[in-house]
Nanobody
Framework: VQLQASGGGLVQAGGSLRLSCAAS????????MGWFRQAPGKEREFVSH?????YYADSVKGRFTISRDNAKNTVYLQMNSLKPEDTAVYYC????????????WGQGTLVTVSS
């Protein structure tokens, strides 16, 4: 299984980015896909996930939108109204729909939001 995250970069506060995560080696539609992030010096935290429904951390609710394209085995994270505190390495992860755990992780993509 491989998860390849992309789309990170440097953006000014208030700007937008869209992250993508392409999955291979798994039956994509059977997996819950999640996004997590880890800021410098902080623990990794949950951002959002999507299965048959979506769920967001309070810190990103209303600004970020998760979506998936099962035909392309890809999950997206549209990030709007970015804030400096959104600066982090963003990781995508895959977990079986029958489990609460995430068994597979991507390599991460860096998002830097300047003030």
């Amino acid at each position: 299984v491989q998860l390849q995250a992309s789309g990170g970069g440097l953006v000014q506060a208030g700007g937008s980015l869209r992250l993508s995560c392409a999955a291979s080696g798994l039956t994509f539609s059977n997996y819950r896909m999640g996004w997590f992030r880890q800021a410098p010096g902080k623990e990794r935290e949950f951002v959002s996930h999507i299965s048959s429904s979506t769920y967001y951390a309070d810190s990103v609710k209303g600004r970020f939108t998760i979506s998936r394209d099962n035909a392309k085995n890809t999950v997206y994270l549209q990030m709007n109204s970015l804030k400096p505190e959104d600066t982090a390495v963003y990781y995508c992860a895959a977990g079986r729909s029958t489990s609460v755990r995430y068994g597979y992780w991507g390599q991460g993509t860096l998002v830097t939001v300047s003030s």
